[in-house]
């Protein structure tokens, strides 16, 4: 039985004597099956999962696809999907009007009842011929970050006018070949009197590929968000179909250099030691799941193995099951947004479900128990 090697991660920071030593302590258990669940064929977690509390008590949990719907329950191990679509993007054929297709992935709410979210949003160019010489999915992917929000507690979600949050400062024409842009943000971390999250970033000319770091202070304005730029926050996003102005200074400044070397997708803090703790996946053939720890989100430490697995693009026929999107979320959570975890945790995933020597829509979203225990607790000398 796999899980019965713990893997023992000891993450250390740079300012204090202390670390985190995290470990898998169990097997997978299965919270959403598409061959039990599935609403329709399409409908499967293609995202990391992430949770809110409602006022009422009620737990949303997002993993959409981009057609997307949600779990909800009393608890996090005891929501169950409902087949209502909460949002939809417009797929317009347009690259300017960053709405073709878009999956929640980072909801916060305030109260309990209007909820917040950033929004993964692709314009896949390789749907429409005549904008897609190679008609590959990759060559003609331009990504973007928009937003979302719902006033009915999750019921429904719709898009504001105005531009978006995280845009490169350079039209789609001018890179397409690749696939560009900023990705997948994390789930928000309010500290210090403002909301942060991590996106990706592929490189385009002045913008470097790495992790950048994204804040606000106002939620209900996508205008607000700023992103680091090596020496603050001071980097704004701009719209490239309505602005014309210097694109290098309109870039992020990835951090973590060097030790954040895959994409984070999930950010979480332990409440005990008061470190941030990202979640990536490397998904070589020998890669797995890493984690990586910062008292500050800027200095992070060196990842460390936490759960071997592969990738979907390092998958052969006959291994077992590649994985996708981990998170952790802590189902005795404190926080609305379940923005920290305590003495365990879960670590939520994506699994295919290979048919025969095929990938394809069957995909489930599991979970494994995860400890977490301090090791050191003195200032560094």
């Known amino acids: 039985m796999r899980w019965l090697a713990v893997l023992l991660a000891v993450l250390p920071t740079t300012a204090w004597a202390q670390s985190l030593a995290v470990a898998v302590t169990g097997p997978p258990v299965v919270e959403f099956s598409h061959a039990r669940d599935a609403c329709d064929p399409l409908d499967y977690p293609d995202a990391p999962a992430r949770a809110v509390r409602l006022a009422t008590g009620e737990v949303l949990v997002f993993a959409p696809h981009f057609h997307n719907r949600l779990l909800r329950g009393p608890g996090l191990l005891a929501a169950r999907p409902d ?63 928009t937003f979302a929000v719902s006033d009915d507690g999750g019921q429904h979600f719709m898009r504001p006018p105005g531009a978006p949050i995280a845009a490169l400062p350079y039209r789609y024409d001018q890179v397409v070949g690749a696939h560009r842009g900023y ?42 968000w700023r992103a680091w730029d090596g020496h603050g926050f001071g980097a704004t996003f701009i719209d490239p179909y309505t602005s014309h102005v210097d694109p290098a200074k309109h870039v992020c400044s990835p951090v973590g250099a060097g030790k954040l070397r895959w994409p984070l997708t999930s950010l979480v803090r332990h409440g005990a030691s008061g470190l941030f703790l990202a979640t990536m996946l490397n998904g070589a053939a020998n890669g797995g799941v890493f984690v990586a720890t910062s008292r500050d ?46 003495a365990t945790a879960m670590l939520f995933l994506t699994r295919w479900n290979p048919q025969g020597c095929r990938l394809g829509a069957d995909r489930d979203l599991v979970r494994l128990p995860v400890s977490l225990t301090i090791v050191g607790d003195r200032p560094a000398h």
Do not use: K
């Not at 950048?212 to 209900?220: A, G, I, K, Y």
């Not at 998958?315 to 305590?342: H, I, K, T």
């Open 183 to 224: 990705f997948n943000p994390t789930n928000l971390q309010f500290h210090d009197g403002y909301f942060y999250a991590m996106a990706f970033a592929t490189e385009a000319f002045a913008q470097r590929a790495g992790n950048c770091l994204l804040r606000t202070d106002r939620l209900e304005d996508p205008a607000a």
């Open 83 to 145: 087949c209502r679509i909460v949002f939809e993007a417009d797929e317009r054929d347009d690259p300017a009007a960053f709405d073709d297709r878009g999956w929640l992935v980072s909801p916060y709410t305030l109260d309990g009842r209007h909820v917040f979210s950033l929004v993964h949003n692709e314009f896949q160019g390789h749907r429409r011929p005549s904008l897609c010489p190679t008609g590959r999915y990759l060559d003609c992917w331009y990504n973007a970050i």
């Open 297 to 342: 989100l800027l200095a992070w430490s060196a990842p460390v193995l936490l759960w071997p697995a592969a990738g979907t693009a390092a998958w052969r026929c006959g291994d077992p099951p590649p994985v996708a999107y981990p998170s952790l979320l802590d189902p005795a959570s404190p926080d609305r947004n379940f923005e920290s975890v305590g």
